[in-house]
């Protein structure tokens, strides 16, 4: 089992920014390829971004490319989602993912596809 708790979601203005942090514990943390997924009031779960095991990949959904940064710390078992020039569309609550992995590699991760989630943490952009 990995349990995973986010942390830093909030309330921000649009062009703003916000830090989200993944914590892990349980099984090898560095065993699995991480990613932040978002829900939008009334949508369905959408990947965001991901992580390779040992961070020599990452993956950005177009919509978030330039402006959001995934990162992890394999010694700390964190993984973080920098968030800059926010704007209402990226309003939601954000989950973090793990999936098993064998490979340094990632790309877009199927919602379906992951092992564990968080419970997630709200993030609200006002225009």
């Not at 040992?54 to 978030?64: E, F, H, I, R, W």
């Given at each position: 089992q990995v349990q995973l708790v986010e942390s830093g979601g909030g309330s921000v203005q649009a062009g703003g920014s916000l830090r989200l942090s993944c914590a892990a514990s349980g099984r090898t943390f560095s065993n699995?390829?991480?990613?932040w997924f978002r829900q939008a009031p009334g949508k369905e779960r959408?990947?965001?971004?991901?992580?390779?095991?040992s961070a020599g990949s990452?993956?950005?959904?177009?919509s978030v490319k330039g402006r959001f940064t995934i990162s992890r710390d394999n010694a700390e078992n964190t993984v973080t989602l920098q968030m800059n020039s926010?704007?209402?569309g990226d309003t939601g609550v954000y989950f973090c993912a793990a999936v098993y992995s064998r490979s340094d590699y990632v790309t877009r991760l199927p919602r379906n596809a992951m092992d564990y989630?968080?419970?997630?943490t709200l993030v609200t952009v006002s225009s």
């Amino acid at each position: 089992q990995v349990q995973l708790v986010e942390s830093g979601g909030g309330s921000v203005q649009a062009g703003g920014s916000l830090r989200l942090s993944c914590a892990a514990s349980g099984r090898t943390f560095s065993n699995y390829a991480m990613g932040w997924f978002r829900q939008a009031p009334g949508k369905e779960r959408e990947f965001v971004a991901a992580i390779s095991r040992s961070a020599g990949s990452t993956y950005y959904v177009d919509s978030v490319k330039g402006r959001f940064t995934i990162s992890r710390d394999n010694a700390e078992n964190t993984v973080t989602l920098q968030m800059n020039s926010l704007n209402p569309g990226d309003t939601g609550v954000y989950f973090c993912a793990a999936v098993y992995s064998r490979s340094d590699y990632v790309t877009r991760l199927p919602r379906n596809a992951m092992d564990y989630w968080g419970k997630g943490t709200l993030v609200t952009v006002s225009s």
